[in-house]
Each structure stands twice: as structure tokens, then as C-alpha cells.
């Protein structure tokens, strides 16, 4: 794909050409949601192929969520001829199935699991994609027990298993919600705020465990508003702004105080040190 101007609008049907992806692990085509009249995106056209880690930013209100929920089939776009929208080259999905292949977590999630079931028992509720186990309906299986047990060793989470969720500091209980999601071996991470309500030291293990994620071959696609967050091995940006898409390209072309100025509407500084960027107004 050919890398936009930084400060132009990009459209990935016209990058594509005869040198784009064949079967783009995300493709997006002229998707538009409309939300009580309201336009919160505006013609959307994107493609992710499997392995290229992409985070998208830009300011509050922007449709960076919306784009989530796009992906994860909790909103759907207007309905016209040119829309597409294929995950993993289909355009049709069992949610379920979906949600086995793109592991998603998102602060609603983390709302709707502060409960009293165990972190254990949260976990395997992700089998069931249920919110905690119900034994008259989930039977949990001794395969689905050594995967949960294996997941939470790899997080360094098994010390947490037996304690309530809504017990769990903010850090914890991210790293319970991964696990809950890694459970499927998805091929993919969808993220959106992932530090959000952590303190500097949890926010440092999230970006470790993401890390050793990418690591082992999960494509990593992460929503936010802290470029913190943006990891040395995520080398793409999409930038939108009021529900379109501002720029896309490399972090190098996009992350500069005079382009961030512009994406967010007001001066903005910028810091880099060890892969990672900072940036405050």
C-alpha cells in the first residue's frame, strides 16, 4: 500500500491499485454510521493485513469507538452499494466465530465484568462468551480448565484466579480480561483505551504483555488517546478526525508536533525516548 501525504485524506481504494493487499486481514470500503442524524464516520475506507500492528488516534468525538464497534458487529454502517466490510475476507459472520478470531477489549467490557465472580471463573466464561458461569448452563470441560490455567501462567495472573473481579485493581483486571480473551488463540487484538484507569506501573506491564503478544504472532490494532501507548513494534497510524480519516501512513511522517497540532486542534509538544512517544498541550 502506498503511504498517503500526512496531511491529506486517504482512502485505500485509490492506494490499493495493482500493489495492494490481495486479502487484507481488515477491508473497509465507503462506511458511513449515522447516529441520531448525527455523522460519526464519513465515508471510511481501510485496510489492515495480518501482522501490520495499526494504531488509530485522534481527538474525543473523532468515531475512533464507533470504528471499533464497526469491526466487532455492534453497530452496523448505512446500507448502499459501494459499502464493504469484510473481516478476515468475509463479509458475513457468527459473532461468536468472529469474536474467536479478533480478541477484543474495551472499557464497556471491563464495566460489565466488575463483578463478584471469580477472575477464574471470568475467564472461562469467555468459552460461553457469557459474563461469569452459570452451572446449569456452562459445562466446563477439563480442556477448557488446562487452557485457562496455561493463559493465566503466561500473564503471570495465577496468583489472581481465585479473587472476586470486582476486588481487582484496575491493572489487574485488564490483564484477567486478556486472558479471558486469549483463551481462543484469536489472530488478532482489538483494543480500545487499553490504559485507560491505569496507573504508570500497570500501564508498563499492559505495553510488556501486548509486546509479547505481537511477539507471538498477534496482530495488535489498539484505540487511543495516549500515544504512550503506541508500541515500538506498531508502525502504522490512522489518524481521523471528525469522523474522517485525516492521514494515514508511518509514525515517523505523522507523529510531529506540527501534525498532531493540526489532528487535535491545538499546540501540542512532543517527546520520544526508547521507541515510545509522549506528547502534552
Avoid at 42 to 52: A, P, R, T, V, Y
Avoid at 120 to 126: A, H, K, N, P
Avoid at 208 to 220: Q, S
Wanted: a positive charge.
Amino acid at each position: 500500500m502506498t503511504k498517503p501525504e500526512p496531511h491529506a485524506s486517504s482512502q485505500a481504494e485509490s492506494q490499493a491499485g495493482t500493489q495492494g493487499p490481495i486479502n487484507p486481514m481488515i477491508q473497509l470500503r465507503h462506511v458511513t454510521v449515522r447516529r441520531n442524524r448525527h455523522l460519526i464516520l464519513d465515508d471510511i475506507s481501510l485496510d489492515i493485513e495480518k501482522g501490520q500492528h495499526t494504531a488509530v488516534i485522534g481527538p474525543n468525538g473523532a468515531g475512533k469507538s464507533t470504528l471499533i464497534k464497526i469491526l466487532t458487529k455492534d453497530m452496523h454502517p448505512i446500507q448502499h452499494e459501494e459499502l464493504m466490510l469484510k473481516l478476515y475476507g468475509k463479509e458475513t459472520w457468527h459473532i461468536l466465530d468472529l469474536k474467536n478470531r479478533l480478541g477484543i477489549i474495551t472499557p464497556d467490557l471491563q464495566r460489565i465484568c466488575h463483578t463478584p465472580y471469580s477472575a477464574e471463573e471470568t475467564i472461562l466464561s469467555g468459552f460461553f462468551s457469557s459474563i461469569g458461569l452459570f452451572h446449569l448452563q456452562h459445562t466446563v470441560t477439563p480442556r477448557m480448565k488446562k487452557t485457562m490455567k496455561e493463559t493465566a501462567a503466561f500473564l503471570c495472573i495465577s496468583h489472581l484466579l481465585k479473587k472476586p473481579m470486582n476486588t481487582l485493581s484496575s491493572g489487574e483486571a485488564r490483564k484477567i480480561l486478556i486472558a479471558r480473551t486469549l483463551i481462543h488463540n484469536p489472530e488478532s487484538m482489538l483494543l480500545d483505551e487499553p490504559s485507560s484507569n491505569l496507573d504508570l506501573p500497570a500501564g508498563k506491564e499492559l505495553r510488556r504483555i501486548l509486546d509479547k503478544l505481537a511477539e507471538k504472532g498477534k496482530t495488535i490494532i489498539l484505540i487511543s488517546h495516549d500515544l504512550a501507548d503506541i508500541l515500538p513494534r506498531i508502525k502504522r497510524l490512522v489518524c481521523i478526525r471528525n469522523g474522517k480519516i485525516m492521514a494515514e501512513g508511518s509514525k515517523e511522517e505523522l507523529l510531529t508536533e506540527s501534525f498532531l497540532s493540526e489532528l487535535y486542534g491545538t499546540k501540542v509538544y512532543l517527546d520520544h525516548r526508547n521507541g515510545f512517544y509522549k506528547a502534552w498541550c
